[in-house]
């Protein structure tokens, strides 16, 4: 039975007009269990993380989260409030995404309803993302012995800048980078490998581009886990992203990564990563889409 981590109890409101829906995370528990793909059984609260943090993050950054130490640049550049709610909830996110790595190496599937924060870096938060659970994930499965060659793919609209920043030193760590080419950060850090895709291109182009990268780095690094960052901020009607993906193209991208993780027999995590469209619906739809799909293809 494949388990999904989830947790209301740290879901905050933010304030009128932020273009973060956090309540995205909410409503995706709750179509999943309407359409029948995952039963109230498999749910589960994966609890806050703490040391693990360290992982991926300074000491002096975790405690001045921790006792709400943010200036107020530090804060403009995170763009999320800090306070208890939101704190307790990058740290929920964070165990969501390592315990989803413990549930996959017996699995197959790892599944996080959340995640996939990777504009956090080694010692500051930006772009909505406090702690970054893909690297403490990566790290805690590299240094624990349970992995040996991890891949990171990360294909929300925005550059995984704070992953890559974290890891650029990690040889048996592979990060994977496909993201709008003029979109956030304006500076982009060097993942392992970067492909910016320009403005407006349609799924027929992406799906391209994507499938020859995938086997490009096959090709050359052979993981034996796959995290899967899978931001629908890549949809044509997201207020934040300039590329022109619909539904069904977003659908055909994660159906290429759960290919991939099935060709290989490695254990794969997903986590949800960006979705900013006015249309609430698209959102749902895509995230319930990529679950519905791991879930068919992996379980």
Known sequence: MIK?????KYLYQLPEGHRFPISKYELVKDQLLYEGIIQN???????????EILLAHSQDYYEKILNFRLTKSEL????????????????????GTL????NALNDGLGINIGGGY??????HGEGFCIFNDLAVSARYLHQNHFADKILIIDLDVHQGNGTASILKNEPDIFTLSVHGKNNYPHKKEVSDLDVPVSDHINDK????ILGKVLSSVIGQFSPDFILYQSGVDVLESDKLGKLSLTIEGCLQRDKMV????????????ITLGGGYSHKIKHIIKAHVNTIRIAIENLS
């Open 4 to 8: 999904v981590a989830y947790s209301d």
């Open 41 to 51: 059984v498999q749910l589960f609260d994966p609890g806050k993380i703490n040391k």
């Open 99 to 102: 315990k989803s790595a413990n």
């Open 258 to 269: 759960m290919e991939l993780a099935k060709s290989l027999r490695v254990p794969l995590v």
């Open 118 to 123: 990777h504009h956090a870096f080694y010692d």
């Open 76 to 95: 403009r550049k995170l763009g999320v409030p800090l306070h208890q709610r939101s704190v307790g909830r990058a740290l929920n996110s964070v165990a």
């Open 205 to 208: 182009s992406y799906l391209s």
